[in-house]
C-alpha cells in the first residue's frame, strides 16, 4: 500500500490496480495538465492539476464504496475508473476540448481507445478487467457509472473543493464527507438518503456560484477564446496532428505555439498575461437567436466579417458564444417522505437554477485592448445584437463603478 | 492598541473607544452566553460566544469602513455600535428571547436602556458619543446603521463563517472580505458594487443552508423548547424576574434551573442530554392556519390539550411554531447595468429562497420518548393536522431510511 | 452507528459501547468543563470543552488501533477509555485539579471509582467490560494503556490541533493523521516506524511552543491562581465539599463562587476579567531552591508574609511556583536504523526540551494593579529573589517595548 | 488598485509601482516556474509557482513596513523589492540553480543585470527608483534589505505557509501575521519586540521539520538529481546557452529536454516519474571529508569511476552531496530583558539546530533501480563509504519496516 499526501483529503492510499494504475505514463501525464486551464491567470494560486484531481477522485470513490458496502470486483473497477476518469483530457483541460472533438470527435470522456493498449490496458488485464468496462463506467454508464459520472458523481465533489482550495474562492466548499456518506442504492438508483435536501442543494448551489466566479470568468473566458483560436492555427500551420495534439501536455502545447511563427505572438500575450479584452459582453436577450445556435464555421465567419468591418486583422477578433443552459443539472435523486424525489421537485433553490444559467449566460466578443471600440460597433452591426451600443467598454465611464460585469469580475483582471 | 487572537479573523486590533467598551462588564458578560445557545447539543464544538462573535463584527466593521473611506467619530459610533451590538442578549441567545420579550417588550436589540448607565454608558460619553445614537445604530436605523443591523450587514458576516468553523458545518463559508470590499454606498444607500451578484446571493445562500442543518435542527428546536418551557416556570415559581433573567448568563440560569425544584428535571435532562423527541413534524400544509397563527397563549393551551388527551403531565408536552417565512431576507441592492436593483429582482436564486423557507417551515410537537405515540395522536386531534397519521416517529419503521426529516438531521440526533 | 459532526476531524462515527457511554450524564458533563480553564480570558476563541476533545481522542484511537491491526475486545476496552479518559476532570480542568487533589488525593486520571458504578460503570458491565481494567488503560497502564496515556498518546495528539484550531495559535498544528498511521508496536511497546524521527520531533516541538504562547500564559497562569485561591477559600467558607467540587462542571462553580461571600469579590473578578497583574515574574536563576520547592503550605505563608510586608490583605497576593522541569516528556520511542531508540538520544531538537523548559519557568507573584509595586518589593525581600528590583512592572518604562515578559505574551493581555 | 484573490493571503492589493511591474514579462514568466521544482513528484499538490509566492512576499512585505512605520519612498522600493525578488530563478528554481550558478557566476538573487533594462528598468525609473538600488534590496543589503533576505525576512514567512498549504504537510503552518507584527527596528537593526522567543523559534522548528520532510526528501533530492544531470548535458549538447537557460521556464526546459537526444531518456524519467532508486544512503559519520568536501568536478569523476566498477553507463550514477550544516540560520535578534540578544544564545531549541542539520545530512547515490545494487557497492569502494555494506537497499529486507530512511519518507515514495 502506498500513502499519498494530498493538500484537500491529506493521506490518500493508494493499493492494487489503482496503484499500478498510478505508474502508468497515461496517468502520470495528468501531473501535466492544469486542471483549470488559463484560469490561474485569474486566480494566480489555481495551479493544480488533473493528476491530484484523480486521486482525490479515487479517495471519494473509495470513501462512497465503503459506505454503500460495495467490495470485491465491482468495487475494483470503480477505483481503476476514478483513477482513469480524466485521462482522456487534452492539454488545457475543457480549454481545447472543443477544438480536439471537431476534429476528432472525442470528448476527454471517450477513452474506450486509450485504455485498451500500453501500460493502462495491461495493468488492467492483467488484474482481470476489460477496459471497454472500465470505459463505460467512466461514460458514466451503468449502475455504478453514475458514481463515476452522474448528477451526484464524486468527480463533482472534488472538484468543488478542490478548486476552492486552491483558487481562495470559497463557494466550492461543500460537505464531501457528508455527501459520500449519505449516497445510497434504491432499486438500482444512485440517491441520497432522507435528510439530505440540503446536502444534495449544497452541491449544485456550490457550483452555481462557482460558475460566474471562476469557471466562466470572463478572463478566463478571454484566455480560453485566444488558446482555441492558437490551436486551430497551430493544426493549420503545422505538422501537429489532432491526435498528437489530444496527447500532448501543457508544456508541449505552450511549447509548440511559440515555436511556431503563425502562433508566437498568441503563445506571447498568454505568457505575458497580455489578453485581449472584451468588446461585447451581451446578455441572451440581447443576442439573436441565430448567433446563439451558431456553428463552429459560421462563428468564424462571423469574426472575419466583424474584423473586416472593424479594419482589423481577422485574429484580432474572438466571438464566444455559450451553450444554452442545459437540463440536466439538477436530476439528482433524493429521499423525501420515503420516496425518491428528482432534486429539482423537492427544491424550490435548484428549481432556479436554470433560470440562473440563464441570467448568467453572455455572448463575447474580444479584441485587443486598442481595438474593442471598433470590434464592440463592428460586432454591433454584424451579429444584430439589440444592445444599443452599451458595448462594455463604453458603459464603463469613469466614476462609476463598472457595469455590464455583473457575474463575478473580480480579482486579477 | 491591543491585539487580539481570534480562531476566525486571526489577529484584531482593538484601540481606542471600542477598546474601553471590551473592558466593561456588560461585554464581558458576552463570554458567558454561547452563540448558539442549545446548539452544541447537536453539534459538540460549537460552544463558540457572543464576546468573539462581536470582536469580528467589530474586525469586518473597521475593514468595511476602510474601503468606504468613512472615518472620524462616524466611524468610531459604527465601531462601538459593533462591539456592543448584543450587549442585549440574554442567556443562550435566541433560545430565551422570546421569553423575555414577552415579559419585558425587549429584544436584543433593543438597548437604549442598557446603553445609558453603568460602565458603558460612560466609556462611550467620556467619548463624546450618545449613547442613545449608538444604539440607534444597533436597531439598524440611520445610513450606518445598515452596516450594522441590515441586509448586507457585518453581524451576518461574520456569524456564519464563525459558525461554519467552529459546527464543522461548511455551509457559512462565505467570501466576507470580498463583500466587505464590494460595499458601497450610493444615494446614501448601502449596495454591492457591480460585479456582485453571485457574492450577494452566497450570503443568503449559506443562511437558507445553515438554517435547517444548524439553526433549525430538530434537536436543537427541541433544546430551545425545552429551555422555554423551563425559563417560563422559573420566572413563576423562583424569585427570578424576567429583569434579572435578561441579565443572567449561561451559567446563572442552567444553576437557577438546577436549584429551583420546579424546574430541576429540565435542567437534568438539557445537561445529560436526555431531550424529548418529536412526536410530530408537519409540514406547513398540514397545518390550520389558526395553529400556524397562534399566540402563545393558545400554544400553552393547546399543550395542555395534548396532555390531556394523552394522559401526560402538561409539562411532557413541548408544542413549537416557527414564525411564517418572512419578506425582508432578499432586499440587499446590488448594481446591475449601472442602476440600483434589488437582489430579489436581480437573482433567481434569491427569488427562490421564499419558497425554501416554506419548504422548509415545520411544526413540531416533543415529549418525553416513551410518549411520542400518545402524544403524537392527541396532537394530531386537538390541532386538527392532516398528517394522516404520519407523525413522525410512526413512519420511521426499522430498516427504512428516516422519512419525515427530510432537512437536515445529521449529527449527533 | 451514530455520526457526530466535530470541527476538527469531521465526520466521527460512534458505536457499541462507546456509543452507549456518550449517554452517560458523567461524560455529557464534560460538555459543560472547558478544555483549557480560563484561557479564554486570553483567547477568546477558546471555549472548547473536554466533551469534544473526547471524541476526538476517541477517533484518533479508532484510527490508531485500526493501523495497529488490533481488532475485537482489546480494541474495544481502548475505544472505551478514550471516551472515558477525561472523566475525571474537575470544573476548569486542570486550573482546580491541584486543589481537588490536595484534599482528595485524586487526579484527574484516577478514576477507579469513578467507573466503577453509575451508568458508566454499568454500561460497561453490559459489554463485558471490567471498570477497573477501563480505568487502569486510562493510567496508562498495560501496552495499549500508553495509546491513550504515554509519550505518543492519541490524547496529547488531539489537544494540540483542537487547542490550535480553538485559539487560532497555528503551534499545534501537527500531522496527527501521520502519527496515527506510524504508529507501531514492536516487542510489545508503542512506537513510531522508521522515517519519523521529524513525525515525533514535531509532537514534541508543537508542545514546547503552546506552553509558553497558549498553557502557561502569564494571564492563564494570574486567572488560574485567582481561581485556585477561591476555590480553597469555598471549600473553607461554604458547605460546598472536595467531592462535591470534583463533580461540579464550570457553571456550578461559578455560581457558587458568586453566591459565596467570601469569594464573591474572586467570582466578579473573573466575570469582569479584572484581574491581578504580574507583581514579579522571576527567572529560575534569580529564585532561591527552597522557593522553587515549597510545599503548599509554605506558599500560603509566603502570601502572608508578603501581604503583611506590604500592608494588604492576603487575598491580594498570589504567589505561584511552577513544577521544576520534568523528565518525561521526550521518551518515545521511535525506530531508527533497524532498532528502537528513545527520541532523545536520537532528536538533538528533543534534547534541547528539556533547558526550554528550564528558560521557560517564572515563579509570578500576582496582585491587584494598584498594588503590584507593594507586593513586588515586599516579595523582593520575602522570598529572597536575586531580582535587583528588577520586577516586571518597573521594566516596562514608557518607550521601551515590554521586557521581562520575553515568553509569548501577545493576545488580550 | 488590483485586487488578487491568493490561495494563503485571500485578497491582495496591489498598486502603483508594484501593479506595474506584475505585468511585466519577466514577472509574469513567474507563473510558470514552479516553487519547489520538482517537489511535486513527492507531494502532486505542490504545484504552485514563484508568481503566487511573490505576491504573497509583496503582501506580507506591506504588512511589515504598516506596522514598522515605514512609508513613502523607503516602503516602494521594499515593496518592489518583494514583487520582484524571485525574477532571477531559473526552472524548476533551486533544482537547476547550481548548474546555472555554475556556468554564468550567478545565482538567482543576483539580479541588477537583469532590473537593468526591459519592461522592469522601465517601470522602476519611471516612479524614480534606480534598479540598482532595488537590487541591492533583494541581495539583502543596506537596514531594509534584512527585510527582503535575511533571517527574519518575509520570504521565508510566505514559503513556508504556502508550501504547507500546497504539500498537505502542516510543519510549516507559522503565525506569519504575528511574525510581521512583532517586527521591530531597533538601532538600525530588523528584531523582534520583546515576548517573541517562540514566534522567532517557531520560524526556525517549522523548516527545520520542513527540510527532511519537504525540500530534502529524498525523492526531491533523485528527481533534481536527474534534473541537474540532463540539464547538464543539454548545455554541451545542444545550442541552448546558460544565458538562455536561465530565462526558460519549466515548459521551455522539460520540452527542451524532450526534443534533444542526449536527454530524452531524462526527460521521459521525469515524466513518468520512473525515477532512480538510493543505492546509498550514508550518514555524515561514515563519509569521508573529502567526499563531503568535494566539488562539482570530483563529484561527476567519482560518478565515472563508480559506473564504471559498477558496469553500468555513467549516466546511470548520480552522487550528491548536500552542503555542510551552515551557521547563518539562527542569527535571528530578539528582544529579551531589554536588550538585544542572537536568538541562538537565548534558544536552546535554535541552539539544537545545528546538530539538527548534521543529523538530517546524507550522502544520496543513485542509480536505475535495477541497478542500486551494483552501484552501491561500487559506490562504497570508490567513495570509501564506512557503510559496512549497510546500503540503504539491503536494509530494506522484507517484513521489517523501512530503515535507513529515518528522515520523512513519507508519501509517495
Redesign the interface.
Known amino acids: 500500500m502506498?500513502?499519498?499526501?494530498?493538500?484537500?483529503h491529506?493521506?490518500i492510499e493508494v493499493e492494487g490496480v489503482a496503484r499500478e494504475l498510478l505508474?502508468a505514463?497515461a496517468v502520470?501525464?495528468l501531473?501535466?495538465i492544469k486542471q483549470l486551464g488559463p484560469a490561474?491567470?485569474v486566480?494566480?494560486?489555481?495551479?493544480?492539476?488533473r493528476?491530484?484531481h484523480s486521486?482525490g477522485v479515487y479517495y471519494l470513490a473509495c470513501e462512497a464504496l465503503d459506505h454503500l458496502g460495495i467490495q470485491g470486483k465491482r468495487a475494483e473497477r470503480v477505483r481503476a475508473a476514478a483513477i482513469l476518469h480524466d485521462v482522456g483530457h487534452c492539454p488545457y483541460s475543457h480549454a481545447i476540448e472543443e477544438v480536439v472533438h471537431r476534429h476528432t470527435g472525442k470528448y476527454h470522456d471517450d477513452v474506450h481507445e486509450l485504455l485498451a493498449d500500453n501500460k493502462v490496458g495491461e495493468v488492467l488485464r492483467d488484474h482481470g478487467h476489460a477496459p471497454d468496462a472500465i470505459a463505460d463506467l467512466i461514460a458514466g454508464e451503468g449502475r455504478l457509472g453514475q458514481l463515476v459520472a452522474g448528477e451526484l458523481d464524486v468527480d463533482r465533489m472534488d472538484y468543488l473543493v478542490r478548486d476552492a482550495?486552491?483558487?481562495?474562492?470559497?463557494?466550492g466548499?461543500?460537505?464531501h464527507?457528508?455527501l459520500v456518506?449519505e449516497l445510497?442504492l434504491v432499486d438500482d438508483e444512485l440517491v441520497l438518503?432522507?435528510?439530505?435536501?440540503?446536502?444534495a442543494?449544497?452541491l449544485l448551489?456550490a457550483r452555481?456560484?462557482m460558475n460566474?466566479?471562476v469557471y466562466n470568468h470572463h478572463v478566463t473566458r478571454i484566455a480560453r477564446g485566444i488558446l482555441q483560436q492558437a490551436t486551430e492555427r497551430l493544426l493549420e500551420a503545422s505538422d501537429v496532428t489532432p491526435e498528437r495534439l489530444r496527447r500532448m501536455?501543457?508544456?508541449?502545447l505552450?511549447?509548440a505555439l511559440r515555436e511556431t511563427p503563425e502562433t508566437a505572438e498568441f503563445a506571447r500575450r498568454l505568457?505575458?498575461?497580455?489578453l485581449y479584452k472584451r468588446a461585447v459582453w451581451a446578455e441572451m436577450g440581447d443576442v439573436p437567436e441565430a448567433v446563439i445556435d451558431a456553428d463552429h464555421a459560421t462563428l468564424r465567419e462571423f469574426e472575419a466579417d466583424v474584423a473586416a468591418d472593424a479594419g482589423v486583422d481577422p485574429s484580432e477578433v474572438i466571438v464566444e458564444v455559450m451553450a444554452r443552459p442545459g437540463m440536466t443539472e439538477s436530476e439528482s435523486r433524493?429521499?423525501?417522505?420515503?420516496e425518491i424525489r428528482r432534486l429539482e421537485e423537492?427544491?424550490?433553490?435548484v428549481?432556479?437554477?436554470q433560470?440562473?444559467q440563464r441570467?448568467q449566460w453572455r455572448l463575447g466578443v474580444y479584441a485587443p485592448r486598442e481595438a474593442t471600440d471598433a470590434v464592440g460597433h463592428a460586432a454591433e452591426r454584424v451579429l444584430g445584437l439589440e444592445t444599443d451600443g452599451?458595448l462594455v467598454n463604453e458603459?464603463r465611464t469613469p466614476g462609476?463603478?463598472?457595469?455590464?460585469?455583473?457575474?463575478?469580475?473580480?480579482?486579477?483582471n
Open positions: 502506498k500513502t499519498i499526501k494530498d493538500s484537500v491529506d493521506h505508474d505514463p502520470q501525464r501531473r501535466r490561474h491567470l486566480y494566480p494560486s489555481a495551479n493544480h492539476t493528476f491530484e486521486l482550495h486552491h483558487t481562495g474562492v470559497p463557494y466548499t461543500i460537505d464527507a457528508r456518506r445510497t438518503a432522507a435528510g439530505n435536501v440540503p446536502t442543494e449544497s448551489l452555481a456560484l460566474p466566479t501536455d501543457d508544456a508541449d505552450l511549447v505568457s505575458d498575461r497580455d433524493v429521499v423525501v417522505n420515503g423537492q427544491s424550490a433553490l428549481a432556479a437554477l433560470h440562473v441570467a452599451a458603459v462609476t463603478p463598472t457595469t455590464l460585469d455583473e457575474f463575478g469580475s473580480p480579482p486579477d
